[in-house]
T-cell receptor
């Protein structure tokens, strides 16, 4: 079992729809969780982090964390073609290193 | 805020030469920086953790004598790929952890694309 698992996709959504990206992790001791966006040929860009159960909203993005079920998700409202990218879920396991999932490819069709 | 730079952004070198990549945190201090490698269509692979003033910690399978890391100040870490070979061609990305940040957030540099001929 991988430490951080994501569906590789691609996830295709029409412009204006809600995109839902999911991530599960195996280590119950994980403390903080991150979503990064990576465009092709570019480095990852931090979107959000979350460390408490529940929802955290920032503009069109909402991160959701459920530690009991060991999953974290990212919702993108009013999806735009510019949101098309690979979304990486990362988990801080030991207070130092991040463990990344393989990423989910999102395609927003106009 | 939280800007990380890398230099060079791309480099092409001959097999057998050494290449140095710099990673700088521009507007914050980072006692810890990380070096990743990413091959096409694959996820990030952590190579090593660079700690200011001490030796780097390498991940299993990463040759420390081939990938030399120096973290001389709170804003600069360097990765030197020694005796580079074509199989070392990859996208090398550094990240820095903001001391004053929340939840151990890492900010990534723009990456360095290395091509070894």
């Amino acid at each position: 079992q991988k430490e951080v698992e994501q569906n590789s996709g691609p996830l295709s959504v029409p412009e204006g729809a809600i995109a839902s990206l999911n991530c599960t992790y195996s280590d119950r001791g994980s403390q903080s969780f991150f979503w990064y966006r990576q465009y092709s040929g570019k480095s990852p860009e931090l979107i959000m982090f979350i460390y408490s159960n529940g929802d955290k909203e920032d503009g069109r993005f909402t991160a959701q964390l459920n530690k009991a079920s060991q999953y974290v998700s990212l919702l993108i409202r009013d999806s735009q073609p510019s949101d098309s990218a690979t979304y990486l879920c990362a988990v801080n396991r030991d207070g130092n290193k991040l463990v990344f999932g393989a990423g989910t490819i999102l395609r927003v069709k106009s | 805020g939280a800007v990380v730079s890398q230099h060079p952004s791309w480099v092409i070198c001959k097999s057998g030469t050494s290449v140095k990549i710099e990673c700088r945190s521009l507007d914050f201090q980072a006692t810890t920086m990380f070096w990743y490698r990413q091959f096409p269509k694959q996820s990030l692979m952590l190579m090593a953790t660079s700690n200011e003033g001490s030796k780097a910690t390498y991940e299993q399978g990463v040759e420390k004598d081939k990938f030399l890391i120096n973290h001389a100040s709170l804003t600069l870490s360097t990765l030197t790929v020694t005796s580079a070979h074509p199989e070392d061609s990859s996208f090398y990305i550094c990240s820095a952890r903001d001391l004053a940040g929340v939840a151990d957030t890492q900010y990534f540099g723009p990456g360095t694309r290395l091509t070894v001929l």
